[in-house]
């Protein structure tokens, strides 16, 4: 019966056949990609879709991007453990889209760019520019590691599949369709894999409504199981999700995932305009409002079916990210074909979130290594180096699946390497950015300071998470279960899952673990911009500050034609002014009509015009 424990059915054939005509499906937009463009040949081609992309397959590629496999499995255990406060993350949402589109996006399309790390070099030195690319390398593979494990989990769930054997696979099918199609086959995968995600949410979400005899049922019952309070304005920084949290940590988390990842910055400069750029990420905006919605919707019709019996406290799971997969199959499997498409919508979170980290990651590595060791390598030879990138990256992510296993809940586990990592790298852009003084010596003690300070209080949180009513833990019942049951339904596993947060122990722990290492994980990403933004700040005061001859005015947020000349002394930029006249205006507003883009300009090339 329905919300009652116990064993549930597994997959049928026609769960099968459509879990497997989604894969293939995927598989074969890469094939199509790859033939079509057998002739584009160019590294700009396979890495950035020559710049002709358009808003909407970008926009529902930006989104597909991050609302992987970890958003379809953890957001709804979120909303089914913890409530709606997650669903605030909406405010977020909308910050970064303005943010990114009117500060970060006409920057980086007017520098022309296609490694995000390329900027570090322009404005700080090389040595930055190594160290921000490799900090990103780390990151995406230990989040992709994240992603591929999540869905993974799902399927030896449901499936009963070998774990490892749906890992590889995972991974050769995204190494096929990246290494064969490039940029192209990602995003127009992504557009299909999004729609499959909603497809499963909307399928949940209706099922259950049938059973709890309809959606205001469903509200009803989160309401009375205190799901519903979503708005705790408490401004206790060591709270896991309060509405400061969420909207402010939670917003500058996303912007350094929007503005400075290159994953998602290498989808919006792939467009033909700044214009069509900015669209994308309004649209993303819209889709992601509508994919944490249904994912939280499908969180509380869990809720509103368990509440009596919860599948984790009566050992019908192993783990929380386990929840939905279990319900999945519990309300699904009398309609052969939908669990199949619950998998599939998981499985497609994860193939477009591990394609568009393994094209980034190829791009950094082209452009901020291969590029700079030999500059002398042909297009043909680039285009074989990004092909072999692509199997080198797929499989290393799919090794790194197995740190994930030991990371407890995969949503706070990615969001808080993102913040551990990201914070102080988008503290280095935003101080390059602003703050015309900021120097190399700075940036690089910054960003050094800022990375110490997060995977410090990061680190630590992992090792001795939060306790108590820190972490909002809602309560459950199994006072409706069947007296029978409490059987593990966990197929067997090479990997253990971590415990609960409930049930995470509380011996041994230092002093710092009740105070800084129980900062909510959605202010790292915001200690880590700030510390490195106010070290960077006092170190460049102190190394002298921007007496560099020269300031090229393209590399911040707000110049003007003449801001050239800002770092400069008064008698030299009157001599240059004399001398360029308004040659300098004019060349300059003839570039950026002939192009958007238009190549960096320093003052002596500047005079040349």
Same mark, same amino acid.
């Given at each position: 019966?329905?919300?009652?424990?116990? !064993?549930?059915?597994?997959?049928?054939?026609?769960?099968?056949?459509?879990?497997?005509?989604?894969?293939?499906?995927?598989?074969?937009?890469?094939?199509?990609?790859?033939?079509?463009?057998?002739?584009?040949?160019?590294?700009?081609?396979?890495?950035?879709?020559?710049?002709?992309?358009?808003?909407? !397959?970008?926009?529902?590629?930006?989104?597909?991007?991050?609302?992987?496999?970890?958003?379809? @499995?953890?957001?709804?255990?979120?909303?089914?453990?913890?409530?709606?406060a997650f669903w605030l993350f909406v405010f977020?949402?909308?910050?970064?889209?303005?943010?990114?589109?009117?500060?970060?996006?006409?920057?980086?399309?007017?520098?022309? @760019?296609?490694? $995000?790390?390329?900027?570090?070099?322009?404005?700080?030195?090389?040595?930055?520019?190594?160290?921000? $690319?490799?900090?990103?390398?780390?990151?995406?593979? &230990?989040?992709?590691? &994240?992603?591929?494990?999540?869905?993974?989990?799902?399927?030896?769930?449901?499936?009963?599949?070998?774990?490892?054997?749906? =890992?590889?696979?995972?991974?050769?099918?995204?190494?096929?369709?990246?290494?064969?199609?490039?940029?192209?086959?990602?995003?127009?995968?992504?557009?299909?894999?999004?729609?499959?995600? &909603?497809?499963?949410?909307?399928?949940?979400?209706?099922?259950?409504?049938? =059973?709890?005899?309809?959606?205001?049922?469903?509200?009803?019952?989160?309401?009375?199981?205190?799901?519903?309070?979503?708005?705790?304005?408490?401004?206790?920084?060591?709270?896991?999700?309060?509405?400061?949290?969420?909207?402010?940590?939670?917003?500058?988390?996303?912007?350094?995932?929007?503005?400075?990842?290159?994953?998602?910055?290498?989808?919006?400069?792939?467009?033909?305009?700044?214009?069509?750029?900015?669209?994308?990420?309004? =649209?993303?905006?819209?889709?992601?409002?509508?994919?944490?919605? &249904?994912?939280?919707?499908?969180?509380?019709?869990?809720?509103?079916?368990?509440?009596?019996?919860?599948?984790?406290?009566?050992?019908?799971?192993?783990?929380?990210?386990?929840?939905? !997969?279990?319900?999945?199959?519990?309300?699904?499997?009398?309609? !052969?074909?939908?669990?199949?498409?619950?998998?599939?919508?998981?499985?497609?979170?994860?193939?477009?979130?591990?394609?568009?980290?393994?094209?980034?990651?190829?791009?950094?590595?082209?452009?901020?290594?291969?590029?700079?060791?030999?500059?002398?390598?042909?297009?043909?030879?680039?285009?074989?180096?990004?092909?072999?990138?692509?199997?080198?990256?797929?499989?290393?992510?799919?090794?790194?699946?197995?740190?994930?296993?030991?990371?407890?809940?995969?949503?706070?586990?990615?969001?808080?390497?993102?913040?551990?990592?990201?914070?102080?790298?988008?503290?280095?852009?935003?101080?390059?950015?602003?703050?015309?003084?900021?120097?190399?010596?700075?940036?690089?003690?910054?960003?050094?300071?800022? =990375?110490?300070?997060?995977?410090?209080?990061?680190?630590?949180?992992?090792?001795?998470?939060?306790?108590?009513?820190?972490?909002?833990?809602?309560?459950?019942?199994?006072?409706?279960?069947?007296?029978?049951?409490?059987?593990?339904?966990?197929?067997?596993?090479?990997?253990?899952?971590?415990?609960?947060?409930?049930?995470?122990?509380?011996?041994?722990?230092?002093?710092?673990?009740?105070?800084?290492?129980?900062?909510?994980?959605?202010?790292?990403?915001?200690?880590?911009?700030?510390?490195?933004?106010?070290?960077?700040?006092?170190?460049?005061?102190?190394?002298?500050?921007?007496?560099?001859?020269?300031?090229?005015?393209?590399?911040?947020?707000?110049?003007?034609?003449?801001?050239?000349?800002?770092?400069?002394?008064?008698?030299?930029?009157?001599?240059?002014?004399?001398?360029?006249?308004?040659?300098?205006?004019?060349?300059?507003?003839?570039?950026?009509?002939?192009?958007?883009?238009?190549?960096?300009?320093?003052?002596?090339?500047a005079t040349k015009l």
């Open positions: 019966m329905v919300g009652t424990g116990g !064993p549930v059915a597994t997959f049928s054939v026609w769960d099968y056949v459509v879990f497997a005509g989604t894969v293939v499906g995927a598989a074969g937009v890469g094939l199509y990609q790859a033939v079509k463009g057998r002739k584009e040949t160019s590294s700009a081609e396979f890495l950035l879709g020559g710049r002709q992309m358009t808003a909407v !397959p970008v926009a529902m590629s930006l989104t597909a991007s991050f609302m992987s496999g970890i958003t379809v @499995i953890g957001t709804p255990a979120e909303a089914y453990r913890f409530g709606t977020a949402y909308a910050i970064m889209s303005a943010v990114t589109a009117e500060v970060f996006v006409p920057l980086f399309y007017r520098l022309g @760019i296609t490694s $995000t790390y390329e900027y570090l070099e322009m404005r700080f030195n090389s040595t930055i520019r190594i160290i921000g $690319t490799s900090m990103y390398i780390i990151q995406t593979v &230990l989040y992709t590691g &994240l992603v591929i494990y999540a869905p993974a989990l799902a399927l030896n769930q449901i499936t009963g599949l070998d774990l490892w054997g749906v =890992l590889v696979a995972t991974g050769v099918v995204c190494i096929m369709y990246c290494t064969l199609g490039g940029l192209k086959a990602v995003i127009w995968t992504d557009v299909m894999q999004m729609v499959v995600m &909603l497809a499963g949410f909307v399928a949940v979400i209706a099922r259950g409504a049938v =059973l709890q005899g309809g959606l205001g049922k469903i509200w009803e019952d989160a309401g009375d199981g205190g799901r519903l309070h979503a708005f705790d304005f408490d401004p206790d920084p060591l709270k896991r999700h309060t509405f400061w949290t969420i909207v402010v940590g939670g917003s500058m988390m996303w912007v350094s995932i929007y503005s400075i990842n290159q994953s998602q910055v290498q989808r919006y400069v792939s467009c033909r305009t700044i214009k069509h750029a900015k669209m994308s990420l309004y =649209l993303n905006m819209v889709g992601l409002w509508i994919t944490v919605s &249904l994912a939280m919707f499908s969180g509380l019709t869990m809720y509103s079916i368990y509440k009596n019996c919860d599948p984790l406290a009566n050992n019908d799971v192993g783990a929380a990210d386990q929840l939905l !997969p279990y319900l999945v199959m519990d309300i699904l499997s009398g309609y !052969p074909g939908v669990p199949g498409l619950f998998v599939a919508a998981a499985y497609s979170g994860t193939l477009s979130t591990v394609s568009s980290s393994i094209n980034a990651l190829v791009a950094v590595t082209v452009e901020d290594f291969v590029r700079a060791l030999w500059k002398n390598l042909s297009e043909k030879q680039i285009h074989w180096i990004n092909m072999g990138l692509s199997v080198f990256f797929g499989f290393l992510c799919i090794g790194m699946a197995g740190v994930a296993s030991v990371m407890g809940s995969v949503l706070q586990a990615a969001l808080s390497i993102f913040g551990m990592i990201s914070g102080p790298l988008l503290g280095l852009y935003l101080l390059g950015m602003f703050f015309r003084t900021a120097n190399s010596t700075g940036g690089l003690v910054g960003l050094l300071g800022g =990375l110490i300070l997060t995977l410090w209080v990061g680190i630590g949180s992992q090792i001795y998470p939060a306790t108590g009513d820190k972490i909002n833990l809602l309560p459950v019942s199994t006072t409706g279960c069947n007296a029978t049951m409490g059987q593990n339904f966990t197929t067997a596993s090479p990997w253990t899952s971590a415990p609960p947060l409930s049930a995470q122990p509380a011996v041994d722990r230092p002093a710092l673990a009740d105070s800084w290492y129980s900062l909510s994980y959605l202010y790292f990403c915001l200690l880590g911009t700030l510390a490195t933004m106010v070290i960077g700040l006092l170190v460049s005061a102190a190394t002298g500050g921007c007496k560099q001859e020269r300031c090229n005015s393209d590399l911040f947020v707000k110049k003007s034609n003449f801001d050239y000349f800002s770092c400069c002394s008064n008698s030299e930029a009157s001599a240059l002014l004399q001398k360029t006249g308004s040659e300098l205006k004019i060349g300059a507003d003839v570039s950026k009509s002939a192009d958007h883009r238009f190549d960096i300009m320093d003052v002596e090339k």
